[in-house]
């Protein structure tokens, strides 16, 4: 058994011991509201938008964008189980940011093991074999944070899955200050309607 395998384990062991009345939470989120954000390890959701077990959804990829799956997630959040309001933050010095669709169809076409972060950027130091089916696949890179915001906020609200009724806000979490800064436009294009 590896350590990381034992620290889980016995994490979720005295979790368990201590879960109380966690079994009577309700399965619609309490406060009625969803997030997309980053799967970065350094955003933890429950922290800076003040939540507790049971208060919201947290959906979360890589780079917390509106991928068709986000948007699945957002849909049956709000249709089944009755969210009325959706935030999409996104945060800075993201890796999503340090790299394009080509560099990392680059790295797995030469290798499947992990790249190493350069100055110079991503560079693969596995040895193969790699795969060319990372060309199939739009990872949904980062070039501007606030671009990327207004692009996914506006995508959720132009689906024809997602009522106009539901407000949508863009913000950007600042990893250096732990700060939610809005970007009004995403948010003015998120807008009641």
Request: charged share 20%; glycine share 8%.
């Amino acid at each position: 058994m590896s350590q990381i395998l034992t620290e889980v384990l016995a994490a979720n062991q005295a979790y368990a011991d201590s879960f109380g009345d966690k079994a009577s939470l309700a399965l619609p989120p309490a406060r009625s509201f969803a997030i997309l954000t980053c799967m970065d390890a350094r955003l933890d959701p429950a922290k800076y938008a003040g939540l507790s077990e049971g208060d919201a959804h947290v959906i979360r990829n890589a780079g917390g964008r509106a991928s068709d799956d986000a948007i699945r997630s957002l849909v049956i959040s709000y249709k089944l189980l009755g969210t009325r309001e959706f935030f999409v933050i996104h945060h800075t010095d993201c890796g999503m940011q340090f790299f394009t669709n080509e560099v990392i169809r680059g790295l797995l076409a030469n290798s499947l093991e992990t790249a190493a972060l350069t100055p110079e950027g991503f560079k693969d130091v596995g040895k193969g074999p790699g795969s060319t089916a990372a060309e199939f696949v739009e990872f949904l890179t980062i070039k501007d944070q606030v671009q990327s915001v207004l692009a996914d906020v506006t995508r959720i609200r132009t689906s024809p899955l997602v009522p106009t009724s539901i407000p949508i806000y863009g913000y950007v979490y600042d990893v250096h200050s732990g700060k939610l800064i809005e970007v009004p436009s995403a948010t003015e294009a998120g807008r009641v309607q």
